[in-house]
């Protein structure tokens, strides 16, 4: 079940995401953390901007649960993860 909330709030987790990769792409050396976590968020904010796009009656109130199905919310949350995988790559290799 999706809430309205949801559909407004969760595109803006990626987005920060997807800046600070391309931020730390510019000043860091070592490049591979910051490009899994430009990939990472990047990849949230597109499956999250897909979510709107395809789901009908976006802000339309009812009672009705809306189901769009596991994907989009699937490749979000690989999209998350793969950014904290980033952080870590980065923060290992900062530290050395």
């Not at 953390?33 to 990939?39: K, R, Y």
């Not at 897909?50 to 109130?61: G, K, L, Q, R």
Request: hydrophobic share 55%.
């Amino acid at each position: 079940m999706v809430d309205g909330v949801a559909l407004i709030v969760r595109p803006f987790l990626g987005l920060p995401f997807l800046i600070a990769g391309i931020v730390l792409w510019r000043k860091v050396p070592n490049r591979v953390g910051p490009a899994i976590i430009a990939l990472g968020g990047s990849l949230s904010l597109i499956a999250e901007l897909y979510a709107i796009a395809t789901m009908p009656n976006t802000f339309v109130a009812s009672d009705a649960p809306v189901t769009h199905g596991i994907s989009p919310e699937a490749w979000s949350t690989a999209g998350l993860v793969l950014c904290a995988v980033g952080s870590l790559i980065h923060a290992f290799k900062w530290s050395k």
